[in-house]
């Protein structure tokens, strides 16, 4: 995974100083193309929902495939006594085509064995493989492994941002898989991924859509198999997501409805972050670096943030009424902490309109004191990462909902 070191300095053209924001302008999510206000959920829903969702589609992260696909799947590895005996582990793999057997995602999913009704479970795709998220020697490692160039027995449990004893201990499980094995994440990658081996099957050019939008729909068909597996609660599915993988997941979350929760890690910008507001990464600088991740339109608002139709709370604003969590990090201004924050405040008129109570604060609060009910949000203290006092967080937040 290709990386900035923003710690060491940041790139030309960033702003990092509170005092040197510009003005800018947001659009009001609620204000229709005929120049009227949304007066309710059903004017929303029918209306303004999709008229917001398309623009996004347009400018920002393609479109998200809609033809169905029939998947298939094989259990690939299974013990009811995983994780020292507190977990049922489950190894799956989804083939995405429906006679191309080399197009799949391997799938490791942990259900706590102290539930014996279907179990609330935590989704959320992975940076280097499988066997990296924990150090459980059955992981199969991932196979469509492009990137990972290290031997298996080194990565073997190296990924920090996993507590997957701690979510099996809090009663919920962990399914994961590789997001290579959608995308390999650099500008050729599309060339192997399933914007062209899917192309066919899903009846859209690969340029329609881009590598976030496959990370996505990724998401979705994991969701697709579990809801045909009886140990999961699939109408309590967590959607999680770090970083470039919680810009995905925001896009899945806005496409796919079935996703109960959704939670954005430190998504930064073309994620949680206000794209109009000069502060850490700018759109062109996502761009320059990563062209693939966004579809080609979005390169016309690298200078021009002002005249993007659309900005980021209207991206949350698409997941209303659902529970949303955006989190950030004090050391992490590359993904503008308080551009996400207002991202969720102003994504609160539309929460309102279902009688869903937002952030109820626009004042930012202090490093770890999250706020928020519906919409709740954090900063923690530290750097750019997946760390255990968030983990507590997303926990107690689903079981704010649910318990
Ligand atoms: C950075 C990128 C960010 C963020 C991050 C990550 O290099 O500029 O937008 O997505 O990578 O995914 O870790």
């Known amino acids: 995974m290709q990386y900035i070191d923003v710690s060491a300095q940041y790139p030309p053209g960033t702003n990092v100083d509170e005092s040197k924001v510009p003005p800018y302008v947001l659009p009001d999510p609620l204000l229709m193309s005929n120049g009227k206000k949304v007066k309710d959920t059903n004017e929303w829903s029918t209306i303004q929902r999709p008229y917001i969702y398309h623009l996004f589609e347009e400018n920002v992260y393609g479109r998200y495939p809609t033809q169905p696909v029939t998947i298939h799947f094989k259990i690939r590895e299974s013990s009811n006594n995983a994780l020292n005996g507190i977990a049922t ?8 085509h429906p006679t191309d057997t080399t197009v799949f995602t391997d799938v490791l999913i942990y259900l706590p064995n102290s539930i014996k009704t279907p179990a609330p479970i935590f989704l959320s795709l992975n940076f280097n493989g499988n066997q990296a998220v924990n150090k459980d020697p059955a992981i199969l490692p991932s196979q469509n492994e492009t990137q990972i160039s290290k031997p298996l027995d080194s990565t073997r449990g190296t990924d920090p941002y996993w507590q997957i004893e701690g979510a099996i201990t809090h009663g919920y499980g962990v399914a994961t898989a590789y997001y290579g094995d959608f995308e390999p994440d650099n500008k050729d990658g599309w060339k192997t ?9 899903l009846k859209i050019e690969p340029e329609e859509w881009s590598a976030l939008g496959a990370w ?10 579990l809801q045909q597996d009886a140990m999961v609660d699939s109408k309590r599915v967590v959607l999680m997501g770090h970083s470039r993988l919680g810009k995905a997941s925001l896009w899945a979350g806005a496409s796919d409805a079935r996703f109960a929760i959704v939670i954005s890690n430190e998504s930064g910008e073309g994620g949680a972050a206000l794209s109009k507001r000069w502060f850490g990464e700018t759109v062109k600088q996502i761009n320059d670096q990563f062209p693939h991740w966004f579809v080609a339109a ?10 993007l139709p659309v900005d980021q709370h209207m991206l949350l604003a698409l997941i209303a009424p659902r529970p949303l969590y955006i989190a950030s990090a004090a050391d992490d201004l590359w993904s503008d902490p ?9 994504a609160g008129k539309v929460y309102a309109l279902f009688r869903k109570k937002g952030l109820g604060t626009d004042t930012m609060p202090p490093v770890n004191h999250p706020v928020g009910n519906t919409i709740r949000y954090h900063i923690r203290s530290g750097k750019h990462a997946v760390t255990l006092y968030d983990w507590q967080q ?10």
């Open 298 to 307: 979005y390169k016309k608002y690298n200078d021009h943030t002002d005249s």
């Open 89 to 96: 582990r489950k190894q799956v793999r989804i083939y995405l």
């Open 216 to 225: 996505a729909w990724g998401m979705s068909r994991i969701m697709d198999y």
């Open 394 to 403: 997303y926990l107690s937040f689903a079981d704010m909902q649910w318990k």
């Open 338 to 346: 308080k551009g996400e924050f207002l991202s969720a405040v102003n």
């Open 193 to 201: 991924g399933i914007r062209t081996t899917l192309k066919d099957v």
